[in-house]
């Protein structure tokens, strides 16, 4: 979901995955992701990439899927009970969560935020928006956690960026996960 460029789907295709279905809502990132995967010489029959509103796609596309990746998007959504639904009803075996958090919070809390839809690292506008902006939510860890586990989703594994990082001191471009400003999940579907 959010599959911007296509590097993620890319990245599940070297690790293994037969196919990937990428969804993004910006015309301009989808041709960008069908150009990276032409260039690479992907075979066209082992990736799909649909250009939409995400919540329009994940109930009207006839996904069937093994693993949702939901990789930087829950930050650029406050529909949280309308994501989490449509995910469970796909009954992936497994959920990855990546997202920017709250640091320091211990609480299952969301701090509103306003994005400006024209910049393409923001949420994109869709019948929601308003003025160029749209409502956002940038949520606590802690409510991360709950939001997958309210809709069945056990997490398995809380990446440990912190320490994995701290052992690679000179890798840089990760700020906010070195700041615990931003949490990976791995999840499964409970049965």
């Known amino acids: 979901m959010a599959s911007h460029d296509g590097r993620w789907s890319f990245a599940a295709l070297r690790a293994g995955a037969t196919h990937v279905t990428g969804i993004e809502a910006r015309k301009e990132l989808v041709k960008g992701a069908e150009d990276n995967f032409a260039h690479y010489d992907v075979d066209p029959t082992t990736y799909r990439f649909v250009c939409g509103d995400v919540f329009d796609a994940l109930t009207t596309e006839g ?6 990746m939901c990789l ?35 609480k299952p ?30 949520p606590s860890a802690p409510a991360v956690r709950f939001m997958q586990e309210t809709y069945d989703f056990e997490v398995e594994d809380i990446y440990d960026w912190h320490n994995l990082l701290a052992a690679r001191p000179g890798v840089e471009g990760l700020a906010d996960y070195r700041k615990d400003q931003r949490v990976t999940m791995r999840s499964r579907l409970a049965a």
């Open 63 to 68: 996904l069937d899927v093994d693993v949702v």
């Open 109 to 138: 809390v969301v701090r509103l935020v306003r994005d400006k839809t024209a910049k393409q690292q923001n949420a994109a506008a869709d019948a929601f928006s308003h003025n160029g902006q749209a409502l956002v939510g940038k």
């Open 72 to 106: 930087g998007f829950l930050y650029h959504t406050l529909r949280y009970n309308e994501l989490f639904t449509h995910i469970r009803a796909l009954r992936p075996r497994h959920l990855i969560v990546d997202t920017n958090v709250m640091p320091d919070q211990d």
